[in-house]
C-alpha cells in the first residue's frame, strides 16, 4: 500500500501476468506514458527469460493503464483472463509455421492426419520484433523510442501478415486440386518469442496435437531439431510431433513401425496407451521397445522388464507386434543406434513427455542427439 500526495491510500494492484521479458517491455511503455509500474517475483541477479512475474501499478492509474494496454496487440492475448484454462479440450491440431519448405511438410502431415482424426486445423505464426531483442535481461540499457518502434512494428506486422496470407492461399489451392484434404482450419498470428507464444496457446486451448516441421540430415551444420521445437517439446503439455522435411511420408497409417524409449517408469504405459487408443486410435503400428543401459550388469533385469512391457502390449492390443532391445550407452552408441533404427526399419522414434533424462539426450549437443535427427526420423513426444 502507498500514500499518494493526497493523503489517500492507493492499493498496489495486478495490471498483467507476463513473461519478465515482456513484463520489462511493458514497464517500460507505462513509466514513459507516466504510470509507475513495479516487476514483482522476480529475482532481479538472475531473471529467467521465461519465468511468469507480475506487473503491479497504483490502483488509481488502472484506467490510464489499461488504456495504454489496449493500444498494444502482442499484450492483448496475453492479458485475457484464464477461462480457456478450463474449456473442454477440443480435437485441435496445432501448426505452427515460419514460412519454410519443411512448415510446408508439417502442414502437408497436419491436414492429413486432421482428416483421419476429424480434427480442425490450426495455423499459427509467431514473429518476433526488434522491441524483444532490445528488452532482453541481459541489456544494460532499454531504449524504448515510440515513433521509431511504432512505425517498424507496423511495417513488420504487414509483411507476416502477408507471408501468412500466401501460405493460406497455397494451402486453399493444394486443398482446391486434393493435394490436401478439405480439413476448417484458422490462422493465428502472434507477436513474441516463438516457443512462448505456442505453448501458452496450446494450454489455453488444451490442443490435441502440435506438428512442427524441422530441417532435414542435409543441413549439416544447422541444429536440426531446432530451439524453438525442442523448447516446445520440453515445456508443452501437448502431444508434440517432430517432422524432418525430408520424412517420406504424409500419414500416420503409413508409419509401420515406431521405437519407443523407455526406463521402464509407470507412466510409459500410459504413454502407450494414449498412443494406441486415445490420442491417435487409428494408430496401430509395430512396436520395438528400446531401452539404452549404461551397464552390463542390470541386462537381465532390463529384458525381463523389457518382456513385462511387451507381454501387457500384446494382451490388450491384440494382434500387436511388439519385439524389444537393449542399445549400450557407449562410444559407439550413434552407430549401434543408427543400424537399429535401419534394421528395424523405424519410422519414428517416440518416448513420453516426462522423460526428462532421455530428452536430454537428445536434445542436448550430444552423439545421440545428432544422429538421431541426422537419420531424418521424426519424433514423437506423448503427453502423459
Given at each position: 500500500?502507498?500514500?499518494?500526495?493526497?493523503?489517500?491510500?492507493?492499493?498496489?494492484?495486478?495490471?498483467?501476468?507476463?513473461?519478465?521479458?515482456?513484463?520489462?517491455?511493458?514497464?517500460?511503455v507505462l513509466q514513459s506514458e507516466g504510470v509507475e509500474a513495479t516487476i514483482?517475483?522476480?529475482?532481479?541477479?538472475?531473471?529467467?527469460?521465461?519465468?511468469?512475474?507480475?506487473?503491479?501499478?497504483n490502483e488509481s492509474d488502472l484506467p490510464k493503464a489499461l488504456k495504454i494496454t489496449e493500444k498494444a496487440a502482442w499484450l492483448t492475448e496475453d492479458m485475457l483472463d484464464e477461462k480457456a484454462e478450463h474449456e473442454k479440450k477440443r480435437n485441435t491440431i496445432l501448426l505452427p509455421v515460419d514460412f519454410s519448405e519443411y512448415s510446408m511438410k508439417a502442414c502437408e502431415f497436419g491436414f492429413n492426419i486432421a482428416k483421419s482424426m476429424n480434427a480442425e486445423v490450426v495455423l499459427m505464426h509467431v514473429y518476433f520484433t526488434p522491441i524483444y531483442a532490445a528488452s532482453l535481461p541481459n541489456g544494460d540499457i532499454f531504449?524504448?523510442?515510440?515513433?521509431?518502434?511504432?512505425?517498424?512494428?507496423?511495417?513488420?506486422?504487414?509483411?507476416?501478415?502477408?507471408?501468412?496470407?500466401?501460405?493460406?492461399?497455397?494451402?486453399?489451392?493444394?486443398?482446391?486440386?486434393?493435394?490436401?484434404?478439405?480439413?476448417?482450419y484458422v490462422k493465428k498470428l502472434r507477436e513474441g518469442i516463438p516457443e512462448e507464444e505456442i505453448v501458452r496457446y496450446a494450454r489455453r486451448h488444451k490442443v490435441t496435437l502440435i506438428i512442427m516441421g524441422t530441417r532435414g540430415s542435409n543441413q549439416?551444420?544447422?541444429?536440426?531439431?531446432?530451439?524453438?521445437?525442442?523448447?516446445?517439446?520440453?515445456?508443452?503439455?501437448?502431444?508434440?510431433?517432430?517432422?524432418?522435411?525430408?520424412?517420406?511420408?504424409?500419414?500416420?497409417?503409413?508409419?509401420?513401425?515406431?521405437?519407443?524409449?523407455?526406463?521402464?517408469?509407470?507412466?510409459?504405459?500410459?504413454?502407450?496407451?494414449?498412443?494406441?487408443?486415445?490420442?491417435?486410435?487409428?494408430?496401430?503400428?509395430?512396436?520395438?521397445?528400446?531401452?539404452?543401459?549404461?551397464?552390463?550388469?542390470?541386462?537381465?533385469?532390463?529384458?525381463?522388464?523389457?518382456?513385462g512391457i511387451k507381454e501387457y502390449l500384446t494382451k490388450n492390443y491384440e494382434g500387436l507386434d511388439v519385439d524389444y532391445e537393449i542399445i549400450k550407452d557407449d562410444d559407439n552408441f550413434s552407430n549401434t543406434l543408427s543400424e537399429f533404427i535401419t534394421k528395424h526399419q523405424i519410422d519414428v522414434?517416440?518416448?513420453?513427455?516426462?522423460?526428462?533424462?532421455?530428452?536430454?539426450?537428445?536434445?542436448?549437443?550430444?552423439?545421440?542427439r545428432k544422429m538421431v535427427f541426422h537419420s531424418d526420423t521424426p519424433l514423437l513426444v506423448i503427453s502423459v
Open positions: 500500500m502507498q500514500m499518494k500526495e493526497d493523503g489517500k491510500n492507493d492499493n498496489l494492484v495486478t495490471l498483467a501476468i507476463l513473461t519478465y521479458t515482456k513484463a520489462q517491455i511493458l514497464q517500460t514483482m517475483n522476480v529475482n532481479q541477479i538472475t531473471p529467467t527469460v521465461n519465468a511468469a512475474v507480475r506487473v503491479k501499478i531504449n524504448y523510442q515510440k515513433q521509431g518502434f511504432d512505425r517498424e512494428a507496423h511495417i513488420i506486422h504487414r509483411q507476416v501478415q502477408e507471408k501468412l496470407e500466401h501460405l493460406s492461399n497455397q494451402i486453399d489451392a493444394k486443398i482446391a486440386s486434393g493435394d490436401f484434404p478439405n480439413i476448417k549439416k551444420k544447422i541444429d536440426l531439431i531446432g530451439s524453438v521445437t525442442a523448447e516446445v517439446i520440453d515445456r508443452s503439455r501437448a502431444t508434440v510431433f517432430a517432422i524432418p522435411e525430408n520424412t517420406p511420408y504424409k500419414t500416420f497409417d503409413k508409419v509401420k513401425r515406431i521405437a519407443f524409449l523407455t526406463d521402464f517408469d509407470p507412466r510409459d504405459l500410459i504413454a502407450l496407451d494414449n498412443l494406441l487408443q486415445n490420442d491417435f486410435p487409428i494408430f496401430k503400428p509395430a512396436i520395438s521397445l528400446v531401452h539404452i543401459s549404461d551397464s552390463d550388469e542390470h541386462d537381465k533385469w532390463d529384458e525381463i522388464e523389457l518382456g522414434i517416440t518416448l513420453s513427455s516426462y522423460r526428462r533424462n532421455i530428452f536430454a539426450r537428445l536434445f542436448n549437443p550430444s552423439i545421440a
